[in-house]
T-cell receptor, first 110, second 117 residues
C-alpha cells in the first residue's frame, strides 16, 4: 500500500459539526502537509506541520502529528457547506520527495 | 501568495493528435515542477518531475516518449501528450515548488481536463 493512507475515504456530516480525517504514513518525514481540492480543481495548501511539532492550528483547522505512530489528523471545526471538498495529506521527506495520500471526500450538508 | 497558472483548463482532441499543456508560476521562480494525472475520485498519480534546464524524471510506468515534458525556464513547464488516444483522457495537474525553499510546499495549477475522442 502507498505511503499516506487516509481514512475515512468519505465523510458526510451536517453543517456545524466537526470533521476529523486521519492520515497514516510509513517512512520518516521532514513535515506533513494537508491540501484541499474542490471538485475539478487544483489543490490548495492548507497547513504544514513539521516533524518536531505535535499540534498546529490555523483558523478552524487543527492538525496533529504523532511521529511514533506515523499518523496525522486534520480536524475541521464548525464545518460549513463550503468545506465540501477532498482533503489530502502529503508527506515530505528530507530527500525532497512528496507523497500524497488517497484522500478523504468530505460532504457537509447544509 | 504563489500563483500557478495552468492552461488550457479543458481540451478536446481527436485520437492521434498531440496536445500541449502549460504550467506557469506567475509570481515566483520554480526550479522544480511536477506533473500528475488524476482519475475520478482518486488521488494524484505523480507522472514526472520537471527540473529547469534538465531532463525530466519519469515515474515507473510512465512513457517518456508519450508524455513529453519541457522545463525551459524557471517559470514554465509544458506537458505534451503525443498521439493521444481515448485512454489518455484524464485530469492532468501541475504543481511547482518555490526555488530556494525546503518546506516541500507545493503550489498547484487548476488542472487540465483532456478528452480524447
Amino acid at each position: 500500500s502507498q505511503q499516506g493512507e487516509e481514512d475515512p475515504q468519505a465523510l458526510s456530516i451536517q453543517e456545524g459539526e466537526n470533521a476529523t480525517m486521519n492520515c497514516s504514513y510509513k517512512t520518516s518525514i521532514n513535515n506533513l502537509q494537508w491540501y484541499r481540492q474542490n471538485s475539478g480543481r487544483g489543490l490548495v495548501h492548507l497547513i504544514l506541520i513539521r516533524s518536531n511539532e505535535r499540534e498546529k492550528h490555523s483558523g478552524r483547522l487543527r492538525v496533529t502529528l504523532d511521529t511514533s505512530k506515523k499518523s496525522s489528523s486534520l480536524l475541521i471545526t464548525a464545518s460549513r457547506a463550503a468545506d465540501t471538498a477532498s482533503y489530502f495529506c502529503a508527506t515530505y521527506t528530507n530527500a525532497g520527495k512528496s507523497t500524497f495520500g488517497d484522500g478523504t471526500t468530505l460532504t457537509v450538508k447544509p | 501568495g504563489a500563483v500557478v497558472s495552468q492552461h488550457p483548463s479543458r481540451v478536446i482532441c481527436k485520437s492521434g493528435t498531440s496536445v500541449k499543456i502549460e504550467c506557469r508560476s506567475l509570481d515566483f521562480q520554480a526550479t522544480t515542477m511536477f506533473w500528475y494525472r488524476q482519475f475520478p475520485k482518486q488521488s494524484l498519480m505523480l507522472m514526472a518531475t520537471s527540473n529547469e534546464g534538465s531532463k525530466a524524471t519519469y515515474e515507473q510506468g510512465v512513457e517518456k516518449d508519450k508524455f513529453l515534458i519541457n522545463h525551459a525556464s524557471l517559470t514554465l513547464s509544458t506537458l505534451t501528450v503525443t498521439s493521444a488516444h481515448p485512454e489518455d483522457s484524464s485530469f492532468y495537474i501541475c504543481s511547482a515548488r518555490r526555488a530556494n525553499t525546503n518546506t516541500g510546499e507545493l503550489f498547484f495549477g487548476e488542472g487540465s481536463r483532456l478528452t480524447v475522442l
